[in-house]
């Protein structure tokens, strides 16, 4: 800052220019660190986002590991390998309640569907409850007739219920009894089964895809 001498001149005062610099000098620090700032803010921003998505993910993995899992298929009898089951079982860890089982169209038989048209009702409406490692199996009809009848070999499954930490996540899938036609009719422990009857496995190949993508697009 500039101010009169004694001797009549203009002088000025170091300490204030020197004030007046250090200000200068730190402004301009400033706005060059203010983009390292910016970056650092976005990153600890994301690094809050991650860190909320893996917690979400670990208590969703969480709470369905502790959930049921039900599923619902069409196979051939262990007994009598020329008859078609329907089978509700839940393979989870924990009692289903409240489950609603549908298939899309309605499940038919070559004969009086009387019967089949009740257990049906009995699924739409829910079931009370489905204990760990429960299996409940009802007869269709003759395996044979089904494909010879014409009757609708695909269907579309919806399952629903209650879990001990919530409503389980609904459950669709195809079911396709096309899988069926070239699988050995033998009941099972019979000489003549084949390695590649599909009663081998707890469930056709279709109704298994379908679980499969289900569970990967939920932990995808």
Not at 16 to 45: E, G, H, M, Y
Request: glycine fraction near 8%; include cysteine; charge should be negative.
């Amino acid at each position: 800052m500039a101010h009169q001498c004694p001797w009549g001149e203009t002088c000025h005062d170091p300490g204030v220019d020197a004030a007046v610099w250090i200000s200068v000098v730190a402004a301009s620090v400033t706005v060059a660190s203010l983009p390292f700032t910016v970056r650092a803010a976005n990153s600890a921003r994301l690094s809050v986002r991650e860190a909320r998505r893996q917690t979400e993910l670990q208590e969703r993995v969480h709470r369905d590991s502790a959930q049921p899992y039900v599923w619902a298929d069409l196979q051939g009898d262990d007994a009598q390998g020329h008859l078609l089951r329907l089978i509700v079982a839940n393979e989870g860890p924990s009692v289903a309640t409240d489950v609603h089982v549908t298939f899309e169209p309605p499940l038919q038989g070559t004969g009086d569907s009387t019967h089949l048209d009740q257990v049906q009702e009995r699924l739409r409406s829910g079931l009370g409850s489905l204990a760990p490692g429960r299996r409940l199996q009802w007869t269709v009809d003759v395996a044979h007739r089904v494909f010879s009848e014409g009757l609708p070999l695909v269907y579309a499954v919806s399952i629903t219920g209650e879990g001990p930490v919530g409503t389980m996540e609904r459950l669709t899938y195809v079911v396709d009894l096309n899988d069926l036609r070239n699988a050995a009719d033998s009941p099972s422990g019979s000489s003549t089964a084949s390695p590649s009857d599909c009663r081998n496995s707890p469930m056709s190949s279709s109704t298994r895809k379908g679980l499969l993508q289900h569970h990967e697009q939920r932990h995808s």
